[in-house]
């Protein structure tokens, strides 16, 4: 499937960044990225400068003054790192994988898949989440990669179209793509009862939002628990 480019995600990180020409400043650079990075997990944005960042990779402010103008720029490079990181996962990029499963067994699949881009670094995540709310160069570069795990569990999910009960399947499944989408988001972005004083397990949540994903795109006749579709995880992930 032939990914959107969006202008922005090109822009803020990569002319935010001198990159290094010779080995030894690119390996000065690389422990800069990686000093950030545990610092932005660690204090999150309001504790992330580049003094500390300095200290903490054994670089001097004047380098890495060389490589970015503020802290912002620095804070985009690791982002769009980030995201593409997440973004190169093989398991949602092709349709065909999916094809053979139960439809129930694609909705369960691609629904765990998701909880779990959630959690590949969930404290580091969060920090881009609330820094988007003020930072349009942030959300855009959060927003073309949503986008892109819209489209490649839309291109999934209309493998079954056919069973999917809704008249409007590419609606139905843009609706359960922001339910889950959004759930989980808030979950991270907040704490697991900012909306319910109930406490709900990661893995229940992400179940029982598969299950709800299932009853509405297929019926409620059709869906299955996450248990009784357990095989399709399983088979998803091969």
């Known amino acids: 499937m032939a990914r959107r480019v969006d202008a922005t995600r090109t822009g803020a990180a990569d002319l935010a960044v001198q990159p290094p020409q010779q080995e030894r400043s690119r390996a000065s650079f690389e422990r800069v990225i990686e000093a950030a990075t545990r610092l932005l997990e660690e204090e999150g944005y309001d504790g992330f400068t580049l003094a500390e960042v300095s200290k903490r990779a054994n670089v001097s402010i004047g380098s890495i003054y060389a490589r970015v103008k503020s ?138 939002l598969a299950r709800a994903c299932s009853a509405y795109l297929l019926g409620e006749a059709q869906a299955q628990s996450p248990a009784k579709s357990s095989s399709g995880r399983s088979a998803a992930r091969r």
């Open 71 to 208: 802290k912002d720029d620095l804070f985009y490079v690791i982002q769009d790192r980030y995201m593409t990181a997440t973004e190169e996962r093989q398991r949602l990029q092709e349709p065909s994988v999916w094809r053979d499963l139960a439809p129930e067994d694609a909705i369960v699949g691609v629904v765990a898949e998701i909880g779990e881009l959630f959690k590949v670094n969930d404290r580091l995540l969060r920090v881009f989440m609330h820094r988007g709310i003020v930072d349009p160069a942030v959300a855009a570069r959060s927003s073309d990669s949503v986008s892109r795990f819209h489209d490649e569990v839309e291109a999934i999910l209309l493998t079954k179209r056919n069973a999917i009960a809704h008249a409007d399947p590419e609606l139905a499944i843009d609706v359960a793509f922001r339910m889950v989408w959004g759930t989980l988001a808030r979950q991270i972005m907040y704490w697991p009862t900012f909306e319910s004083q109930r406490t709900i397990a990661w893995e229940t949540l992400v179940n029982e």
